[in-house]
């Protein structure tokens, strides 16, 4: 079966450092693979999304993130942390219409 | 285009009760899907629809269920409450892509 996995589910970052946060997933055949943003008291906005035709895949409000077949990672990125980024992140992995969540990465970011 | 739309946005019920909780899609997207959130289990999928069918189901209880109207509006089902069923619903449409897009959610309290 198809898993996803986060880790850290808590990161912390300075206004203007970089955002890391990673996703890990376990699959036997090509993934579509995403990232969703969860801002409090509200659904999933889709961030960016994974579907084979590049490694690099650039999202909305600056970030990416980047398919890495041997390291079975999909991993997101930004360069410069803003305080607005601050909220809950999801990777998901879907198979057959049924998105698999990871736990969630809760990104807190200091002034 | 207008985005999911889900009604009600907050509930509260009580043990034993039942509710129905509503999901209009995205207009052209043909499938939705439900999802619940909870603090303990995170995101879980409960089932999907296309065009009226049920295609994939998760691992949830009989008490939890759903249909599908002709103009692709669904609607969840939960009978015989539980505290446990203290969540948040969110409801998600696609068209013909991998990609899902959620609606804000209905957050449900059972007392």
């Known amino acids: 079966a198809q898993s996803v996995t986060q880790l850290g589910s808590h990161v912390s970052v300075s206004e203007g450092a970089l955002v890391l946060l990673r996703c890990n997933y376990s699959?036997?055949?090509?993934?579509?693979l995403f990232w969703y943003v969860q801002y409090p008291n509200q659904g999933l906005q889709l961030l960016l999304k994974?579907?084979?035709?590049?490694?690099l895949v650039k999202g909305i409000n600056g970030f990416e993130a980047e398919f890495k077949k041997s390291e079975t990672s999909f991993h997101l990125t930004k360069p410069s942390a803003h305080m607005s980024d601050a909220a809950e992140y999801f990777c998901?992995?879907?198979?057959?219409?049924?998105?698999?969540f990871g736990g969630g990465t809760r990104l807190m970011v200091k002034p | 285009k207008a985005g999911v739309t889900q009604t009600p946005r907050y509930l509260i019920k009580t043990r034993g009760q039942q509710v129905t909780l509503s999901c209009s899609p995205i207009?052209?997207?043909?499938?939705v899907s439900w999802y619940q959130q909870t603090p303990g289990q995170g995101l879980q999928f409960l089932f999907e629809?296309?065009?009226?069918?049920?295609?994939n189901k998760g691992n949830f209880p009989g008490r939890f269920s759903g249909r599908q109207f002709s103009n692709s509006r669904s609607e969840m089902n939960v009978s015989t409450l539980e505290l446990g069923d203290s969540a948040l619903y969110l409801c998600?449409?696609?068209?013909?892509?991998?990609?899902?897009?959620f609606g804000p959610g209905t957050r449900l309290t059972v007392t």
């Open positions: 998600a449409s696609t068209d013909l892509g991998a990609e899902q897009y």
């Open positions: 699959s036997s055949v090509p993934p579509y």
């Open positions: 994974y579907t084979s035709a590049a490694t």
């Open positions: 998901a992995y879907n198979a057959g219409n049924m998105l698999t």
């Open positions: 207009s052209g997207h043909r499938s």
């Open positions: 629809y296309f065009s009226e069918t049920q295609r």
